[in-house]
């Protein structure tokens, strides 16, 4: 019964990968997403300082167009959030 059910699955017309290729695949990108997530885990702050560094560098680039463009105000008090 099993054995029917894997070859009428592995010749189904809406497969275009065998079998092999589709797991090969499947194996493939479980294994990207365990990676991606775990590099994304790590590059988060740990100290108070790191997490200061880009809310300083933010404030300065901001502070540094509105002196280029002092117009940015307006449009920033008009903004939601």
Same mark, same amino acid.
């Given at each position: 019964?099993?054995?029917?059910?894997?070859?009428?699955?592995?010749?189904?017309?809406?497969?275009?990968? =065998?079998?092999?290729?589709?797991?090969?695949?499947?194996?493939?990108?479980? #294994?990207? %997403?365990? @990676? +991606?997530?775990?590099?994304?885990?790590?590059?988060?702050?740990?100290?108070a300082g790191e997490k200061?560094? =880009?809310?300083v560098e933010g404030n300065?680039?901001l502070a540094s167009c509105? #002196?280029? %463009?002092? @117009? +940015?105000?307006?449009?920033?008090?008009?903004?939601?959030?």
């Amino acid at each position: 019964m099993i054995t029917r059910l894997a070859r009428a699955f592995s010749q189904c017309r809406r497969c275009y990968l =065998p079998i092999n290729t589709r797991h090969t695949t499947a194996v493939l990108c479980c #294994a990207l %997403d365990v @990676s +991606l997530l775990a590099t994304g885990c790590t590059t988060t702050p740990k100290t108070a300082g790191e997490k200061a560094v =880009p809310k300083v560098e933010g404030n300065a680039a901001l502070a540094s167009c509105k #002196a280029k %463009d002092p @117009s +940015l105000q307006q449009l920033l008090d008009k903004a939601v959030g």
